[in-house]
């Protein structure tokens, strides 16, 4: 063992400094550049990283050129009689530029890899950005920034080259154990540099090492807790709200906006009540774009957004208000809890941080007891079901009290049973919300089993607006009869006041509605025609089937009209059959009798 032991300690001290200078400065930094979308940020990415990529003695070389008597740094601190040149200040600047490349990408890459809905449903909750820093993005990055540290300390251990530059090698001042080892070897003394060797491996890879092990724990121990899991079965619900729980007892969400796509433009304008508002169109209409613009995750182009008076958004008015202000509730179709924190503390995360622990404690519990998630509080995201999880984040959604409720496509992600059994506590949660409430779906019944009102979305604009009566049962056009289920169509042409010709089905119709001269599409839906052995009754044809598919349910059977079906492709119809009603008639001898009712018939333009 070397009988100076000074290396260890200039090299600790050092390293310990760059360290701490690097963990704010590096984290600083790469939140900054995470949300920062301006000129020049591959240049300003290309100068944070630069001391990673160069020689560590040019980096050497450009602190000595800017901590010398004659740069521009040495001369600002000649006047102070500071000096960092042959210090072991020197030596800790230079590893906290060599260092600081490494903190930086890692906490980027830390940062980067949080889920953005995470982020936008704090916001949503009323949080500010350095709330949501310190109760989100900091908690969640933690691996990532433990492992930037661990890596900075080791960087900065081990810096030579641009340490020599600035600080030098002066035994007892400024001697890191690297150059101790490479000052060994020069004169010799190969017991020195082995014990330096040794030491400098040790310490780095204790760090790393100490690391790793805390992460393995934390993943492995977090969350866990002693509680006997419940089926995830779903009972009858209790109101979560009061008169209290939203400002206005009637509630009005105006919305004109427009918004320039790749794809599309989206250009939609509605009024929605406190009755549900559905929208319903294929995916890429443009209806989660609406709640993101609703919500303030995206700005529309023109336009004006308007909640219970208040102003959302004006183009014209240049109104734009921060997210946390709207007090609006969104339920992402990946619930977005927060992974980090218990049950109990996401349903808290929106309520006010001024009020007592107390009432905290009791608003959490009337929104578990409400979605029946009794007893488990105490547990984390990851130990809940998916079920369980949906009704944590409504929870959490509707304990902010907001004054609108947006929901994107809740039921995506579960099973047929969970799905049917949530949607009807849905339904009663949503009869006792006094706010107005939108509906995102791609699924026709759901939208009709929910909403009141539908707004059918196609290609980024309003293709029907109205009840789900009138738009199921007289659809303005093609695409929303297709949209909302029917698989029947034919072109038309107009014979008389009372007779079109369906010319892709090869028959003629009698008809009961008006006849215009804009109809240019004759349908009807699957469910609606009816095998039949009254012949004589009008729109009743013969028919062949061309094949079938089978469902738990029902049977699809593949009709020709008028004559035999000469292959699978070859058929005019689609018909929906009940198996009971399948197993009376599937031996009957051909042909068959379809017939298509007047009423059932829908005149699209």
Not at 177 to 204: K, L, Q
Not at 430 to 458: I, K, S, W
Not at 557 to 576: G, R, T
Request: charged content about 15%; hydrophobic content about 45%; aromatic content about 10%.
């Amino acid at each position: 063992m070397p009988q100076d032991l000074s290396p260890l300690w200039i090299s600790l001290k050092t390293a310990l400094f760059a360290t701490f200078i690097t963990f704010f400065l590096g984290i600083a930094t790469a939140y900054w550049m995470l949300g920062y979308h301006g000129k020049g940020k591959s240049i300003i990415e290309g100068i944070l990283v630069a001391p990673l990529i160069l020689p560590p003695t040019v980096v050497g070389f450009l602190l000595l050129i800017l901590f010398g008597r004659n740069g521009p740094i040495g001369k600002f601190l000649e006047p102070l009689n500071a000096n960092v040149v042959f210090t072991w200040y020197g030596g800790a600047i230079a590893a906290t530029v060599v260092s600081f490349p490494l903190m930086y990408k890692t906490a980027l890459a830390a940062f980067s890899q949080i889920d953005a809905n995470l982020l936008r449903v704090a916001r949503t909750l009323g949080a500010q950005e350095l709330t949501i820093f310190w109760r989100v993005s900091l908690p969640l990055a933690l691996p990532g920034i433990i492992a930037a540290v661990t890596l900075t300390f080791a960087r900065a251990l081990g810096e030579f080259g641009a340490t020599l530059m600035l600080a030098g090698n002066i035994p007892g001042q400024t001697q890191t154990i690297p150059m101790a080892i490479y000052f060994a070897m020069e004169a010799g003394v190969i017991n020195d540099a082995w014990f330096w060797s040794t030491v400098i491996m040790i310490i780095s890879l204790s760090g790393i090492i100490t690391a790793n092990f805390w992460q393995e724990f934390s993943h492995q121990h977090k969350g866990v807790k002693p509680n006997n899991k419940k089926p995830d079965h779903v009972h009858e619900s209790s109101p979560i709200f009061t008169e209290s729980s939203t400002e206005n007892s009637s509630s009005s969400l105006i919305v004109d906006i427009q918004k320039k796509l790749a794809n599309f433009h989206l250009q939609v304008s509605f009024n929605s009540n406190d009755q549900p508002l559905g929208l319903l169109g294929s995916s890429g209409a443009g209806k989660s774009m609406i709640l993101r613009c609703i919500a303030g995750i995206e700005t529309p182009t023109k336009g004006k957004i308007i909640l219970n008076g208040r102003v959302l958004f004006d183009s014209e008015k240049k109104i734009n208000l921060p997210i946390r202000e709207r007090k609006i509730g969104f339920l992402f179709q990946n619930y977005a809890l927060f992974p980090h924190i218990t049950v109990a503390e996401n349903i808290a995360f929106g309520l006010p941080q001024k009020s007592s622990k107390i009432k905290i404690k009791e608003e959490v519990e009337k929104q578990l007891i409400a979605m029946h998630l009794q007893g488990l509080g105490d547990r984390y995201p990851h130990q809940l079901s998916g079920g369980q999880q949906q009704r944590v984040a409504l929870a959490r959604a509707l304990a902010s009290q907001p004054q609108a409720l947006l929901l994107d496509e809740p039921f995506s992600a579960l099973d047929t049973h969970l799905r049917s059994q949530l949607e009807q506590q849905v339904t009663e949660i949503l009869a006792d919300y006094q706010g107005a409430t939108l509906f995102v779906t791609h699924n026709m019944e759901e939208a009709y089993r929910l909403c009141p009102n539908l707004l059918v979305l196609a290609q980024g604009t309003t293709a029907h607006y109205g009840t789900k009566y009138e738009i199921f049962q007289k659809p303005a056009n093609m695409n929303v009869a297709r949209i909302t289920g029917c698989k029947n169509f034919s072109r038309t042409q107009i014979i008389s006041p009372s007779q079109i010709a369906a010319i892709d089905w090869n028959c003629t119709l009698e008809i009961n509605q008006q006849i215009t001269s804009e109809i240019s599409y004759i349908g009807i839906r699957a469910h609606h025609l009816i095998i039949t052995q009254n012949t004589q009754q009008i729109n009743t044809f013969p028919c062949y089937i061309a094949r079938t598919s089978e469902t738990p349910h029902r049977m699809t059977v593949f009709l020709k009209l008028n004559s035999p079906s000469h292959d699978l492709h070859d058929y005019h119809l689609q018909a929906e059959i009940y198996k009971e009603k399948w197993a009376t008639i599937k031996d009957q001898a051909f042909p068959w009798y379809v017939h298509l009712h007047p009423d059932r018939l829908l005149l699209m333009y």
